[in-house]
Each structure stands twice: as structure tokens, then as C-alpha cells.
């Protein structure tokens, strides 16, 4: 979508493997204000989050358990102004948007240079990726 004739808005959020890396989410914690202006990289959303994960496992096959607690930020893709942050809904799925950009279509290009590849390229990088942490 575009913000105006000169801006394009982009969603930001997890995908579903990036979602098996964290969790549950405990607490959102909203770093940047609507109408601010942030360069790329800069920390927008605070994550803290708990899951379990396990240990090790007894001669008897017993599975012993630990429960972890981590934080994960996530920062600008690119540079441009926040639009809108969400930190109300503690429930985050692929298509949850946690923060809506304004940028420049300039720093938006889908190449290698910024990070971003194509949908068709991520999907073939996730057949030879590892399940996330907490995968079902």
C-alpha cells in the first residue's frame, strides 16, 4: 500500500518460523511513537517472552524441563516513520502486524543488498533450515 504518492506502507511482524524461535509472549513493549521518524536497525518492539525447552533426560527416559526467559527486539528493516505500533494483543501469529512503516520505495527494493529476498527464495532457504527452538 502506499502511505502517499512518494511512500509505500510496509507491515512488520513475525513469519511462522520466525515465530517458533520465541515463547510465549508475556509482555510488548513499544520502543518508537507514531510519526517518528527512525533510521534502519534501530529497536522498535521489545518482546519478552518465556517456553520450555529441554535439559536432558534421566537413564529412565524421563525428560527434565527448563523454563527459559528471553527478550526479542525487533528493529527497522528500513529507514522511514512509524505509522502505528501494536503492543495491546499479547497473541502474535504470521499475520499479527506488530508495526506499520511509512518508507521510501528506494529503500524498499527486494535484492540482496537490504536483506530481503524474495517469498519464493525464503521458502527454499526454510527446506534447509532447522526447525526453530520451539517447533511443534
Known amino acids: 500500500r502506499y502511505a502517499n504518492a512518494?511512500?509505500?506502507l510496509v507491515d512488520i511482524g513475525f513469519t511462522k518460523r520466525?515465530?517458533?524461535d520465541i515463547g510465549?509472549?508475556?509482555?510488548?513493549h513499544q520502543l518508537v511513537r507514531p510519526r517518528q521518524y527512525i533510521e534502519k536497525g534501530k529497536s522498535m518492539v521489545k518482546i519478552a517472552w518465556e517456553g520450555?525447552?529441554?535439559?536432558?533426560a534421566d537413564e529412565l527416559y524421563h525428560t527434565v524441563w527448563?523454563?527459559?526467559f528471553d527478550e526479542t527486539l525487533i528493529s527497522a528493516?528500513?529507514?522511514?516513520?512509524v505509522e502505528q505500533v501494536q503492543t495491546d494483543d499479547l497473541y502474535i501469529?504470521?499475520?499479527?502486524?506488530l508495526v506499520?512503516?511509512?518508507?521510501?520505495p528506494n529503500d524498499s527494493r527486494m535484492n540482496k543488498d537490504n536483506g530481503l529476498v524474495r517469498e519464493l527464495d525464503y521458502l527454499q532457504l526454510l527446506q534447509s533450515t532447522p526447525p526453530g527452538r520451539f517447533a511443534d
Open 6 to 8: 512518494s511512500s509505500h
Open 18 to 20: 520466525g515465530l517458533e
Open 24 to 28: 510465549d509472549v508475556t509482555e510488548i
Open 52 to 56: 520450555h525447552a529441554i535439559t536432558s
Open 66 to 68: 527448563e523454563t527459559v
Open 77 to 81: 528493516p528500513f529507514s522511514g516513520t
Open 93 to 97: 501469529d504470521e499475520e499479527s502486524v
Open 100 to 104: 506499520k512503516m511509512a518508507i521510501n
